[in-house]
Every structure is written in C-alpha cells, then in structure tokens.
C-alpha cells in the first residue's frame, strides 16, 4: 500500500514536467468536468434517499408509527439486506450492459420506492419499503466506483474518488437542513405530515436525474464523441497499460475473488467504516433530539437539521484537503489507518461531553476520519483487479462492508433499548473502527509489493 518515490521524483516516461502529455492532461480534465460532479450529484440524492429516515424518526415518523429504537433500527438496516442480495450480480449486469443504461435504471426504480415513503401507515410497511429500496438501489455505489475506475488511470483516480465522495458529507450539509425546512415548512401541504411531505420531495430527483443518466453519460473512453481521437486514444492506451501491469503482477480472476486474501481483508476492513459511517448517519439527528433531556437545550425542526449538518462540513473540507494531499506526495498506509483510528477513538467520547458544543466538536472528528479513510479506501481495489474481477470485487467489498450497515442502526438501537441509553453501542462502533485501522495496517505490511503505485502530478 505504501509508495516510496519522493515528492521531487521526475515525472514518468512519456509526460511532461506539469504532468501527462499535454493530450492526456486535456483528455483528463475534459473528463473530471463532465463526469465527476454528474456522478457526484447522482451520489448526493443517493445518500440522501437512504437516510432520509434518519431525518423523519426523530421529527414525527417514529411517534406516528408508534416506532420502538429497535423497530426504527431494524427499518433503517433493513435496506442493506435488499441491498446486498442483488450487489453483486447488479454490478456484474452494470459491467455488461454499461454503466449508463444501468445506473439509469437503478436511479429511476429506487426514486418510486422513495416516493412511496409518502404514505407508510406502519412498521410492517415501512419495513418492505425500506427492503425495497434497498433491492431498486443495489449496485448503485459499486457501480459508480467500477464507473469512475473505468474512466480514470491509477495515478488520477484517487482525486476522482474524492470528488465524487465529496458529495456524502455534503449531502448532510447541505440534506440535514433542507430535510429539517421541508419537514417544519411543508407540514400540512397536501394533507400531510412534514416528514411525509419531506420523503416525496426528496424522491422525485431520483427519477428525474435517472432520465438524465441515460442521455449524458458516456460508458467508456472510446465511445466519448466530446473528447478528440487523441484523447480517447491516450486514454485507452493508459488504462491498457494499467490493466497489463495488474496482469504482470498477479491479476485476481472474477473466479478467485472468495478466495484472495487481500479482497476479504478489505472487506473486513471496510466493514468496521461503514458501520461507523451509519451509526453516524442514522443516529447523530436522534443524539441532537435528545441534547434537551441531557443539556435542556431546545431545537426547532430545522435548527435540528442546522445542527446535524455542523460535523459534516469541517468533514468535507477535510476530505478535501486530505485527498489533495495524498495526491502531491503519494500513498501511505496511514493515510488511511489513521484517520479510522482517530474516528474510532472519538465516537465513544462524543458521550460523555458536558454540552452540546463539545459533543458536536468530538463527533465532527470521527466524520473527519471516516470522510478522509473512505475515498481513499476505493483506490485500492483496483490496484489488484480488473474487467469483471474488478465489478466482482468491488461488489464483494462493498456487499460485506454494508453488512455493518444493516448492523450498526439495528444493533445500535437494541443495545439503547435493552441499556436505557446508546453509550455500549456506540462503544461497538468505535472498537470496529480500530480494529479496520489494524486490519488495514498489516494488509499493508504483507502486500506492500502487490499494492504500491508511483504518484504524479497531473492536473485532474
């Protein structure tokens, strides 16, 4: 995992001192315009759509559904059981028919599950829906990653990663309080309840921007009419020569991926930040409901989502500027392990903050080290698997790695109901997420060789 050349190394064979041939820098930037903020978007209503639950639990829904913490738990990890029976074999139908007509289909199926949230009479029903949503959005994520993966080289795709993972955090900064003014302004619009009203309004882009799919997305290089034939050329030829190197130093087969270590050791790992990720996600606005029986504060619905959103935001700047970072001077080990531990280390301290500040200021750290391990996190799979191997593989990581996200609401909301608080829960988490830390440092240690790669400094 780690890269050994120096930030004053010479640029490669073949490349400028900026960085890439002048074709390859041009093909590149023509690519991350078009592409990166058009997937970026499509991940934004796709983060949001999945948690908008977290939103309407504590601001109605759960009151309305006489809903327990166990109920809104299992309804919150529900989706990942649908989710994760259709990850692999969607992400291998996505590397067939193309990423276009695929990720259309997923967005435009998932986006009137989402609308039909409106009108959830009870646990039962909310429990298939959310089952549904998870089986219409399945394949989604990985299919954006193997997306991203087939556009951009190696030595470019982490900060296409990151631009494209920007948009989880943002989507709290920027969902969390338009979740909260749509909930507290549209209560009665249409006879309905705010956070009704809240789920109709956030499913309907799902449908619109999957049309949209469809028309604007190009699958691959070669078929891109907006890039000259020497930029579709030099793409190709570098993405060839990357998928040769992964042949000459022990490509993985579709067929072996159950049986390659490095995959299972990444998908453990990703297992203990995903449910970091969704203990975060589903239950920080239900930790801010409850700052008025521990602190007697007093929020609005909105204020409410103003205040979810406060962790996120130094979490994408940080991302950011992490990522950018990774990218001048080239991947360690740590750039991911570290920041894990750093989120592990915080989640459980978070409880025992004596205000409110602190305890947003302590939660902001585990979202910075969750934001800033996860986009890096993406670029490591490719390093060792290509073609189908590489939709396997990702799907595999990604399909196990959700299991935490069935877990972490589920077990969470247990562990409250069966203890009276969520204190041994979110200890849980914090003890996954150092052990992901671990897991990721000896993965390091024992495939160094197999996983290191030459950073450069083309602009993307």
């Avoid at 619009?189 to 799902?206: K, N, Q, T, Y």
């Avoid at 996120?312 to 531990?341: C, E, M």
Wanted: glycine share 10%; aromatic share 14%; proline share 5%.
């Amino acid at each position: 995992m780690d890269s050994s050349p120096s930030p004053t190394s010479p640029p490669p064979t073949g490349t400028s001192p900026a960085g890439g041939t002048s074709t390859g820098s041009t093909a590149l930037r023509k690519a991350a315009l078009r592409l990166i903020p058009f997937v970026a978007v499509m991940f934004f209503i796709n983060y949001l759509d999945r948690t908008a639950i977290s939103f309407a639990g504590p601001n109605g829904m759960n009151d309305d559904l006489a809903l327990t913490a166990a109920q809104y738990g299992f309804a919150a990890g529900i989706f990942f059981v649908g989710y994760i029976i259709l990850e692999i074999p969607s992400n291998l139908a996505l590397h067939r028919f193309g990423a276009r007509k695929w990720l259309a289909r997923i967005m435009v199926t998932w986006g009137i599950v989402a609308v039909l949230f409106t009108w959830v009479q009870d646990a039962t029903q909310l429990y298939w829906l959310r089952f549904l949503l998870g089986v219409t959005e399945a394949g989604f994520f990985p299919g954006a990653i193997l997306f991203l993966t087939l556009w951009f080289p190696r030595e470019y795709r982490r900060r296409a990663l990151a631009g494209f993972y920007l948009a989880q955090p943002l989507t709290t900064v920027i969902g969390a309080p338009l979740a909260g003014f749509l909930m507290q302004s549209g209560h009665g619009v249409f006879g309905l309840e705010g956070w009704r009203f809240m789920f109709l309004c956030v499913g309907v882009p799902a449908i619109v921007l999957g049309v949209a799919c469809w028309f604007y997305l190009t699958d691959k290089p070669e078929d891109a009419k907006w890039l000259t034939a020497d930029e579709r050329a030099w793409m190709r030829r570098e993405l060839d020569a990357e998928a040769d190197e992964n042949e000459a130093r022990g490509h993985v087969s579709a067929r072996r991926i159950l049986g390659e270590g490095r995959v299972w050791a990444l998908a453990v790992a990703y297992f203990g930040l995903i449910y970091g990720l969704y203990s975060l996600a589903f239950f920080l606005p239900t930790i801010i409901g409850g700052f008025q029986e521990r602190f007697g504060t007093t929020f609005s619905v909105f204020e409410k989502g103003l205040v979810t959103a406060v962790p996120y935001v130094p979490a994408a700047i940080a991302l950011f500027l992490w990522s950018r970072h990774i990218y001048r001077n080239g991947f360690k080990s740590w750039h991911i392990a570290l920041p894990t531990l750093a989120a592990g280390v915080s989640v459980p301290v978070a409880l025992y903050m004596n205000s409110p500040f602190l305890t947003i200021l302590v939660i902001a750290v585990t979202a910075c080290g969750i934001f800033m391990a996860l986009p890096n996190f993406w670029s490591l799979p490719a390093q060792f698997l290509t073609g189908a191997a590489a939709a396997a593989g990702i799907a595999f990581i990604n399909t196990f790695g959700n299991i935490g996200g069935f877990s972490a609401p589920y077990i969470t909301g247990w562990l409250t109901d069966l203890t009276g608080d969520e204190k041994l829960g979110l200890w849980l988490t914090g003890g996954l997420l150092v052990l992901s830390s671990v897991i990721l440092l000896v993965l390091s240690r024992r495939s160094r060789a197999a996983l290191t790669e030459t950073p450069r400094t083309a602009t993307v």
